[in-house]
């Protein structure tokens, strides 16, 4: 063993994600626990200073799967469970060197996107939960620099009565 860390609190159960570094920074295991991504020198097995505030970025959601590592950016989804209102399915993404978030994905169509009032009637899309990638895990066409999510559908799964036009 070269080295053990004991987080501080229960960690995603998926995997953890490994980003290899740069040159500037060294390379890095990544995990969950709640609302926090961690990121460990995986060197010397301690928080890395560099990333974020000490070490952890406070990513708002929860998410079981693996931050998912392609070059230098963290993609990170939401598993936000089956109720009908909640906090979005919002995919977001991290700069593997310092920990800032470059962009989110909003997975509703908000106003000003199109077909936004044709899909959500009666402001159906206020506050909608699903709509995540609950398969865990993303795809990235390297060639074409595409990510590709598989999102569920808006909660609740089985009555869609609260959300007319979807």
Do not use: C
């Not at 998926?14 to 500037?24: E, I, K, L, M, S």
């Not at 919002?90 to 996107?113: H, I, M, N």
């Amino acid at each position: 063993e070269t080295w053990a860390y004991t987080a501080p609190g229960a960690v995603a159960t998926r995997a953890v994600g490994y980003w290899p570094g740069d040159g500037n920074n060294p390379p890095r295991v990544l995990f969950i626990t709640g609302t926090k991504m961690m990121a460990l020198n995986a060197n010397a097995g301690t928080l890395d200073p560099g990333f974020g505030k000490e070490g952890t970025v406070d990513i708002g959601i929860t998410w079981g799967g693996a931050p998912y590592v392609y070059k230098n950016l963290i993609i990170v989804g939401n598993n936000n469970g089956e109720a009908n209102l909640g906090p979005p399915g919002d995919t977001k993404t991290y700069d593997a060197r310092t920990g800032a978030k470059l962009w989110e994905f909003k997975s509703v169509a908000q106003p000003g996107d199109p077909n936004h009032a044709k899909a959500w009637l009666d402001d159906g899309w206020k506050n909608r939960s699903g709509v995540n990638v609950w398969g865990w895990y993303f795809t990235v066409d390297e060639e074409r620099n595409l990510l590709y999510m598989t999102f569920g559908s808006p909660a609740g799964n089985y009555w869609g009565g609260d959300r007319p036009g979807t």
